[in-house]
């Protein structure tokens, strides 16, 4: 494991007792009848800790936040938070992980918690568990946020120093639009605690049902959209298999399409599915006309060019079939449009083909360029780069070829996949496009 990993975690290790410590000396005493209730929550999380599921390859999604910030709510101290820190330990301790993920799960968690608890005191909060069980907007909802903005970059910056990512970009990607939804919950945690001090045991039951609901929920979601991946991906593996010359080329040309995104400046979202969309790109030449043409070697003749130049317009229609990629199907359709206008399928020209199409024609065109032929050894770096600026403002986009060409990114596009990290198999490209919809764990 990297230095700066250990270092980070014994760095979380050290704020979390530290932001613990200030809660003591604030408040050393414990009100045992306060205790109770948070106690019962603390329990709930642990429950919801042990039931934590996968969201992205570097992380877990945790529904446990839920009675552990109720049980601070309850009562804001510093034995709560140690309560927290036990329960999270305990859960970590049913999963197989190294020493290191466990400690800093525990940390992070603990650290949220205390900066929680402190906000949650400095703004005026009192304890739900005493005699004002009243609602206070500024208190309630800054100590939730508090909570998820220290839960959130800690795992992200776990993943990113671990991965060697941009803290922010990895933070972003994972839980920016996930934040605002994250927000929606804040009386949730405030009728949590509330509940169980107007109800008692029976308040807490609710809570309890949610929180394995919501794990039976995810868990059935999570494998349904992952055996439709992989059959997917098993779909674009069987296209291949027609042409020895192309075998991974959906799969580089997925991965030069991201990193041409990228380079570009496109949002999370829209590299993504972009991604997808180079996936996909070539899914249509399963049609059974494509297979005497894949199949012959030599030179087309125009009559079987003609019938090649069909294949977009055949994976769009396979693509349409599947309702969440709606929004890519101009990407597919249009890989093959020129920026001059001397494409196909429907000879669009400039702007008016999709930007995404506008980055596959470069990614599946890279791809050709630098793969080996029987009638050509693949081009170097050097080569692909006069190409393309030879073709700029004829088939390629001129704005995309000079961002592409001047960003540093384009060197990735010649790093091999296993040194670059950066081959992914579709089930991976839609974990990357997932975020998570509550807090994470790593």
């Known amino acids: ?118 906000v949650y005191t400095v703004l005026g909060g009192k304890p739900l568990a005493g005699s004002d069980a009243s609602f206070n907007a500024l208190p309630h909802s800054a100590a939730v946020i508090a909570f998820l903005a220290v839960n959130t970059f800690a795992v992200a910056a776990a993943i990113g120093f671990s991965e060697g990512k941009g803290i922010l970009r990895t933070w972003y990607d994972g839980n920016a639009a996930g934040f605002v939804y994250d927000i929606v919950l804040i009386p949730f945690v405030f009728g949590f605690a509330r509940a169980y001090h107007d109800w008692g045991i029976w308040g807490a039951a609710p809570l ?17 959209e992952t055996t439709n991946k992989e059959l997917l991906e098993l779909f674009v593996h069987t296209v291949e298999f027609r042409d020895p010359y192309t075998s991974g080329h959906s799969q580089r040309v997925s991965r030069y399409s991201r990193i041409i995104a990228k380079a570009v400046g496109l949002s999370a979202r829209e590299t993504a599915r972009i991604e997808i969309a180079g996936m996909l790109h070539d899914v249509g030449k399963i049609h059974e006309i494509f297979a005497p043409v894949l199949s012959k070697p030599g030179r087309l003749t125009p009559e079987e060019r003609a019938i090649m130049e069909l294949h977009p317009i055949k994976s769009a229609e396979l693509v349409e079939k599947l309702s969440e990629f709606a929004d890519i199907l101009p990407a597919v359709r249009h890989h093959h ?106």
């Open 208 to 224: 309890l049902a949610l929180v394995v609901g919501l794990r039976s929920t995810y868990r059935s979601k999570h494998q349904l």
């Open 1 to 118: 494991m990297k230095t700066r990993v250990i270092v980070y975690v014994g760095f979380i290790v050290a704020m979390a007792l530290a932001a613990t410590t200030v809660l003591y000396v604030q408040t050393p005493d414990v009100e045992f009848d306060y205790l109770k209730g948070s106690s019962l929550l603390a329990v709930i999380g642990f429950v919801a800790g042990s039931l934590a599921y996968r969201v992205q390859r570097s992380s877990r999604g945790e529904t446990s936040f839920l009675p552990y910030l109720s049980a601070l709510v309850l009562y804001p101290s510093w034995s709560v938070v140690a309560l927290i820190g036990i329960g999270t330990a305990a859960a970590e301790l049913l999963r197989k992980k190294t020493g290191v993920k466990r400690v800093f799960n525990v940390a992070q968690f603990v650290l949220a918690s205390a900066v929680s608890s402190l």
């Open 337 to 442: 449009e020129n920026w001059d206008g001397t494409g196909y399928p429907d000879r669009l020209a400039g702007r008016d083909i999709p930007i995404g199409s506008r980055i596959i024609m470069f990614a599946d065109t890279i791809d050709a360029m630098t793969t080996d032929r029987p009638y050509r050894k693949a081009m170097t770096e050097l080569e692909v780069r006069t190409e393309l600026q030879k073709c700029k403002g004829s088939q390629f986009d001129p704005h995309i070829c000079d961002a592409l060409l001047a960003s540093p990114e384009y060197h990735q596009i010649f790093v091999p996949a296993n040194e670059s990290k950066s081959s992914l198999s579709i089930t991976q490209i839609f974990d990357r496009a997932r975020r998570p919809k509550t807090p994470a764990i790593a």
